[in-house]
């Protein structure tokens, strides 16, 4: 036997060890019962992996992302094979692992039902108490055609080897060098008990599933098109622990009462109605004052920061989308034209920037007017695929609270950083306070405008965002051609991250519409551009903020503000010189004056999400007095009218959550 040298590295340590020839890496791990896989040389390989000299191999946890990668897709085989034991006519089609879980599609008769996924849960747990190996072995795409003749899915697989895209999942059954199948052996016989066309790696034995839940199932194109058949897919989930597993479904619950989508219909807040069709929504007459406090608030800061108001149209000749470059790189996500005036196409515009770039250039500009700052309410249309359409968070027509910046060289820096102040100060009055920053950079491949340029801009980006001493995340290359970007990330209430703002440079579009500005000594510049949206879009900003409170919004932004709640008939009159007191402080307040019992319509107000009850009786009106109920159900009785105004008119104005 011969000596191998391997260097282990487990950041931050780093050691050489002398080995036998055949040791693997479960081998060399074999202390730490978290490791499931190996890195080596930036490949992952299967623990059976035995080391070559000079390999650098790094342990993978089972709780790493690549480790919970290896778990998911490892339990997605276990999967597919209780599928083909209970249902043995199923065809295989493909199983990555995705976001916190993973899934499998398969070519079966009938979609499957409820109880069929769990008889396939309890197949499941049979094969990972069984403890069966994961065994690798390579094979020849001859080899593999024949023993996977009845796997029509498979062999079509086959013949993608080196070009199997990460997009349709295909990457993961054979985007290896070689082709390879996995074997499911019997932990005491060695008998095989399944296989997979895969590229691996897996984890080392079944009984390495510690936790794992079925979901759902739903049908799904092979390989993502339309034209292709469609196949049944089931979604699963599996974690390190069973309070993962716990903790990752109980996040579910909380996320499904938030779904704005629920709360939309509940709240009476819009519609997505079917006539008008998907991704193009209504709001109703509540979710209309939720929608036009947060615009009318918006506004007003955008004119203390010195913005100006612009309007523009939704539709436009083709000629301008030419000339912006959109109908070369954007076009997929733009309605197809409508051809009018013999023959002249027109579009429904996905962006206002062009439109904007033509104020601009619509007369002589001087540097004494930069930075100029255009901002318009614009609402566009983009064509997003039906499978895509989400709600308000992936709508096909939405309004962006959009902005277009235009400066000198010189004013980069100090715009760029008061943008970002601005945009993080006004998510921060809407609530939103734990944020991360992301700074997208230059990809080397794909990119136009002057090295020294890209490097400049990004450098100003990086400063002002780290002024900020919030986390900052690099996106190395991952940059739009036209210019790097800031983007905010906020995390909501519980926890999941949504992108906001943006802030996006670009040497592009200034170039191609030929922007100019007379400089302080007569010569012609171009401005910088920036592209800046605060709340992406106003409904997607809707729908985050929907989930973020869970519809109960705080009172500067609830529907209804306030309603007044009378102990019984006679005390409406009373609680109606309340409510006219608060409407003119511009409080929003209604009486509930309806029939109902006073349980049924403090029920009803709880329902509605509303901040404050004010209830009034006999000894309310005794005292010149109300009493409140909290949406947390505590009480406070007695509350001088005086008070209770000035409370309620506090909380609005400060813009709290109550
Ligand atoms: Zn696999
Ligand atoms: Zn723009």
């Not at 895969?198 to 739903?218: D, E, V, W, Y």
């Not at 998510?427 to 306070?433: A, N, Q, S, V, W």
Request: glycine residues 8%; negative net charge; proline residues 5%.
């Amino acid at each position: 036997m011969t000596d191998v040298r391997v260097i282990i590295n487990r950041e931050p340590d780093r050691e050489e060890r002398v080995v036998t020839t055949g040791t693997t890496a479960a081998e060399l791990f074999a202390d730490d019962r978290s490791i499931i896989a190996a890195r080596v040389a930036g490949a992952l390989k299967d623990l059976a992996y035995a080391v070559q000299d000079g390999d650098e191999v790094e342990p993978v946890a089972i709780g790493s992302k690549d480790g919970l990668d290896i778990l998911r897709h490892s339990t997605a085989h276990v999967m597919a094979q209780a599928v083909q034991q209970l249902f043995p006519e199923a065809k295989l089609g493909i199983g990555p692992p995705v976001k916190d879980g993973f899934y499998y599609d398969f070519d079966v008769e009938k979609p499957f039902h409820p109880d069929d996924l769990k008889a396939i849960e309890k197949k499941m747990q049979e094969i990972i108490k069984r403890g069966q190996k994961f065994s690798r072995r390579v094979i020849t795409d001859e080899a593999a055609r024949e023993e996977l003749a009845a796997e029509p899915y498979k062999i079509e697989l086959i013949g993608l080897k080196g070009s199997a895209s990460s997009e349709d999942g295909s990457s993961v059954e054979v985007g290896g060098a070689e082709l390879t199948i996995y074997d499911n052996l019997d932990a005491k016989t060695g008998e095989h008990c399944w296989g997979d066309l895969c590229r691996g790696p897996h984890l080392p034995s079944t009984r390495q599933i510690p936790a794992f839940k079925l979901m759902r199932n739903a049908a799904a194109y092979w390989r993502g098109s339309e034209k292709n058949p469609m196949l049944q897919r089931i979604y699963g989930t599996a974690w390190p622990t069973k309070d993962e597993l716990k903790a990752h479904l109980d996040f579910l619950v909380e996320a499904e009462k938030r779904d704005h989508r629920k709360l939309g219909s509940e709240l009476d807040l819009f519609s997505i109605p079917e006539e008008i069709g998907s991704g193009l929504a209504v709001f109703h007459p509540k979710g209309g004052i939720i929608r036009r406090t947060m615009e009318d608030y918006s506004r007003k800061r955008h004119e203390q920061e010195g913005y100006e108001f612009v309007y523009t149209p939704h539709a436009t000749k083709g000629k301008l989308f030419e000339k912006s470059g959109h109908l070369d790189w954007y076009a997929d996500g733009m309605y197809p034209p409508m051809q009018l005036d013999e023959g002249t196409d027109y579009y429904l515009k996905p962006m206002n920037c062009p439109m904007h770039n033509l104020i601009f250039d619509a007369r002589g500009r001087s540097y004494r007017e930069l930075p100029l700052r255009l901002f318009e309410f614009g609402t566009v249309y983009r064509y997003e695929k039906s499978g895509v359409v989400h709600g308000l968070t992936r709508a096909r027509g939405f309004t962006q609270d959009d902005a277009h910046i235009y400066c000198t060289r010189e004013q980069m820096a100090d715009e760029l950083d008061s943008t970002l102040t601005f945009v993080l100060g006004l998510l921060r009055d809407y609530g939103l306070t734990d944020f991360y920053l992301e700074l997208s950079t230059k990809d080397p491949e794909k990119f136009v405008g002057s090295d020294e340029t890209w490097e400049e801009a990004t450098e100003v980006l990086r400063k002002v965002a780290e002024k900020q001493g919030l986390p900052l995340v690099p996106d190395p290359g991952g940059a739009a051609f036209y210019g790097p970007k800031i983007s905010v990330q906020a995390t909501d209430a519980i926890g999941r991250t949504w992108q906001m703002s943006t802030i996006q440079l670009d040497f592009n579009l200034p170039e191609r519409f030929d922007l100019e500005y007379t400089a302080a000594d007569g010569s012609r510049q171009q401005p910088v551009m920036i592209h800046r949206a605060l709340f992406g879009s106003i409904e997607r900003f809707f729908a985050v903020l929907l989930e973020h409170y869970a519809g109960a919004m705080p009172p500067w932004l609830a529907p209804v503000t306030v309603t007044g709640i009378p102990i019984t008939d006679e005390h409406v009159p009373y609680l109606q010189e309340v409510a006219a007191e608060l409407r003119k402080k511009g409080i929003r307040v209604d009486v509930d004056a309806s029939d109902d019992r006073m349980q049924k319509k403090i029920r009803n107000a709880q329902k509605s999400k509303v901040p404050f009850m004010l209830i009034a009786g006999a000894e309310d009106i005794a005292a010149g007095a109300v009493s409140f109920r909290y949406r947390n159900g505590e009480q406070k009785n007695g509350v001088p009218l005086a008070e209770a105004v000035a409370e309620i008119v506090d909380a609005v104005e400060r813009r709290i959550q109550v």
